[in-house]
């Protein structure tokens, strides 16, 4: 049984496909069995709009590693990969951020990524990933959909739909991110 005074989950699901990515989240934030909020947005765009990024985790970490990874990407500029992996040392080795407890994945027109507090910064296989209480939901409804004729952002909406279907701590309120890929 979990702690009652646990935040719970999100889900955040990405898919590559036919020149588009997406990045898409629920909004629901719980604590124990309470919503508290059914519209955050978990989804946002960053580093001049050449990036969209997502968080499971909580808030105010999260909120800092969104500030930690737009200060990398303007020292590297159009160098997602660059700047992820620089973060993600930073993550792993400052006092402070070691004790964040968010997971993120970002993606721009080239490379998708997932990265964690543990130094990892993975791209997914299949140009599809989640996070979150929900992800693996997700996940398994996105890759079950890539092969057929839906575009990215339908293939994420119908796919975190299945999640909201699924996970308590998930819902269907989205925020949807889209940037053309290469």
Known sequence: MSDPQTWHGTTILSVR??????????????????IIKG???????LGAGHVIAGFAGATADAMTLFERLEAKLEQYPEQLTRACVDMAKDWRTDRYLRRLEAMMIVADKKVSLVLTGTGDVLEPERGVVAIGSGGNYALAAARALIDGELD????????MAIAAEICVYTNA???VETLEAV
Do not use: F, M, Y
């Not at 519209?39 to 765009?45: E, G, I």
């Not at 990215?152 to 796919?159: T, V």
């Open 17 to 34: 496909k036919g020149g588009k990515v997406v990045i898409a989240g629920d909004g629901q934030v719980s604590l124990g069995q309470t």
């Open 39 to 45: 519209n955050a947005r978990k989804v946002r765009p």
């Open 173 to 175: 309120n989205l925020t």
């Open 152 to 159: 990215a952002e339908a293939i994420a909406r119908r796919s």
